[in-house]
């Protein structure tokens, strides 16, 4: 990829070929929602590859699989060179939650604490999930008490959460943070996230 097309946009991020915005028009044609009726609703993957034989603990979406040009652009976005298309990312986002129709009480994301954020700024699921938020009109809370025990370990417990339909909001499968949202006393439990766990074969 040439680093140019990045600053002036005047080539396809994902092609290279010569254009006139972040995209040529058959890279643009590329870019879309994953249907949820092709999708097992627990692990996410296509429906005629799932091997789940029990049901999960709670339901999982996707808006794209990590390949073509939206993987891209996510991989420049995550260098913040291309940030500002975070919002559009996020439009992508609440397309398909909108076609999930899940009913949900509150917004969640993977906490990285306090000093985190001072050292390093929000981070982008963080960042995600509030826009979100914001674009759909569902309060969001960060309901997670991190506690670091090794330097490679820590322990993640929730914040109250009886009676409550929770929805964790992330660019990937924040499996340690589901795994704490299961255990807690919520009435349901749901991942949404901007691109599935692996690539479908």
């Given at each position: 990829?040439?680093?140019?097309?990045?600053?002036?946009?005047?080539?396809?991020?994902?092609?290279?070929q010569?254009?006139?915005?972040?995209?040529?028009?058959?890279?643009?044609?590329?870019?879309?929602?994953?249907?949820?009726?092709?999708?097992c609703?627990?692990?996410?993957?296509?429906?005629?590859?799932?091997c789940?034989?029990?049901?999960?603990?709670?339901?999982?979406?996707?808006?794209?699989d990590?390949?073509?040009?939206?993987?891209?652009?996510?991989?420049?976005?995550r260098?913040?060179?291309?940030?500002?298309?975070?919002?559009?990312?996020?439009?992508?986002?609440?397309?398909?939650?909108?076609?999930?129709?899940?009913k949900?009480?509150?917004?969640?994301?993977?906490?990285?604490?306090?000093?985190?954020?001072l050292?390093?700024?929000m981070?982008?699921?963080?960042?995600?999930?509030?826009?979100?938020?914001?674009?759909?009109?569902?309060?969001?809370?960060?309901?997670f008490?991190?506690?670091?025990?090794?330097?490679?370990?820590?322990?993640?417990?929730?914040?109250?959460?009886?009676?409550?339909?929770?929805?964790?909001?992330?660019?990937?499968?924040?499996?340690?943070?589901?795994?704490?949202?299961?255990k807690?006393?919520a009435?349901?439990?749901?991942?949404?996230?901007?691109?599935?766990?692996?690539?479908?074969e």
């Amino acid at each position: 990829m040439n680093p140019l097309s990045v600053i002036f946009s005047s080539r396809c991020l994902s092609c290279d070929q010569v254009a006139k915005r972040l995209f040529c028009p058959e890279c643009t044609r590329q870019i879309q929602l994953i249907d949820p009726a092709t999708r097992c609703e627990y692990c996410f993957i296509p429906a005629d590859k799932c091997c789940c034989k029990k049901r999960a603990a709670y339901l999982k979406a996707a808006a794209f699989d990590p390949i073509g040009p939206e993987w891209m652009l996510y991989q420049e976005m995550r260098s913040s060179r291309l940030k500002r298309y975070l919002k559009s990312m996020t439009a992508y986002l609440y397309l398909q939650f909108e076609a999930l129709e899940w009913k949900v009480d509150l917004i969640t994301f993977p906490s990285r604490g306090r000093v985190y954020r001072l050292l390093k700024g929000m981070p982008f699921s963080e960042e995600l999930a509030r826009k979100f938020s914001h674009l759909s009109g569902i309060p969001i809370e960060d309901v997670f008490e991190v506690e670091k025990q090794k330097a490679y370990e820590k322990k993640i417990e929730t914040k109250d959460l009886e009676g409550k339909s929770v929805l964790m909001v992330a660019d990937l499968c924040p499996k340690p943070y589901m795994d704490a949202l299961i255990k807690s006393n919520a009435e349901a439990v749901y991942c949404l996230t901007l691109f599935t766990d692996q690539v479908p074969e």
